[in-house]
């Protein structure tokens, strides 16, 4: 189904994108997006800074986690953000029902993410390991945690979008950019787990 | 393309971190090619999925210089720089 062009500016044409992107909502996601963002880089060098000082005690409790978690984790995510940005392309091209079925592909992606993730902790917990255990793992429960969260409240917007789209209805110009702004998020989630990962379990 | 390439990328780090020292002996120049791929991940994601490429200067701008700073920071403190 297309979407109407009586409802949909001209801005939001998949030929127009350059002026696209002015639009004031952009602007502001970008203040949080970025401002999320240099909190984590802060997270990140903090991390680095207190590796390089006790670096046997962090190389001996990152042998503890299971590398193949974080690395399913980070292809589910990559996969999950690929199908919000096809997800986006079918939307603009009023293809509400095709932009549905990636929405909910790109949440069941996430959400088996999180499924992994709180195995992962279930199993560290099992251990005795907790976020007292040592300085390492306190940055593991930290910068996992605060991005699980992050996660968790994209999978809602997701699943937000999914139910508030009706396959039968054309999309509006306001929904349009509202999906546009939670996939710009979603693609945070994804882009702050490509740094987690090497930085908690694939550093030397 | 953009998603094959990060998947790939991904692959490859995954290989590197689970056979430690089979590209670079020295640790430090391993740690650096991690995060570099990362970074470069990350630069992508941010053009292609986060559209950045069709955005306005102010947040072209805003996000190079974000991943400039970071990714400096990050690789030059992962060297031992701060502590030397």
Redesign the interface.
């Known amino acids: 189904m297309m979407i109407n062009d009586t409802t949909l500016p001209m801005k939001l044409n998949a030929n127009a994108?350059?002026e696209?992107?002015?639009l004031p909502a952009?602007?502001t996601i970008?203040v949080f997006v970025?401002g999320d963002?240099?909190v984590f880089?802060m997270f990140?060098?903090m991390y680095?800074?207190f590796r390089?000082?006790n670096l046997e005690l962090y190389q001996q409790s990152q042998a503890l986690l299971n590398?193949?978690y974080g690395?399913i984790n980070?292809?589910l995510l990559?996969?999950s953000?690929?199908l919000?940005?096809i997800a986006v392309a079918a939307l603009r091209k009023g293809e509400i029902r095709l932009c549905r079925l990636l929405t909910g592909g790109a949440f069941l992606c996430g959400a088996a993410f999180s499924i992994l993730k709180v195995f992962e902790y279930h199993e560290k917990i099992n251990a005795g390991i907790s976020f007292e255990s040592n300085d390492f793992f306190m940055f593991y429960y930290l910068l996992t945690g605060i991005h699980f969260m992050h996660l968790v409240t994209g999978l809602g917007v997701l699943g937000y979008l999914y139910f508030t789209f009706r396959p039968t209805e054309s999309a509006t110009a306001e929904q349009v950019n509202n999906f546009e702004l939670s996939?710009?998020y979603w693609?945070?989630v994804?882009?702050l787990w490509?740094?987690i990962?090497?930085?908690l379990?694939?550093?030397? | 393309m953009v998603?094959l390439l990060?998947?790939v990328i991904?692959g490859a780090?995954?290989m590197?971190?689970?056979n430690?020292?089979i590209l670079f002996t020295e640790?430090a120049k391993?740690?650096a090619v991690?995060?570099l791929?990362?970074?470069f991940?990350?630069r992508l994601?941010?053009r292609?999925?986060?559209?950045v490429r069709?955005?306005?200067i102010?947040?072209k701008l805003?996000?190079e210089a974000?991943l400039i700073?970071?990714c400096v920071?990050?690789v030059a403190?992962?060297f031992?720089v701060?502590?030397s």
């Open positions: 994108r350059d696209a992107e002015d952009n602007e970008w970025l963002m240099s880089s990140f060098c680095i800074y390089n000082s590398l193949h690395s980070t292809l990559l996969a953000s690929w919000i940005v996939a710009i693609h945070m994804d882009l490509i740094l990962f090497p930085l379990y694939l550093m030397p | 998603w990060l998947m991904t780090s995954w590197l971190g689970a430690h020292s640790p391993e740690a991690l995060l791929l990362a970074f991940k990350v994601v941010i292609y999925f986060m559209e069709h955005a306005s102010l947040i805003a996000s974000w700073v970071s920071a990050i403190l992962s031992g701060s502590s």
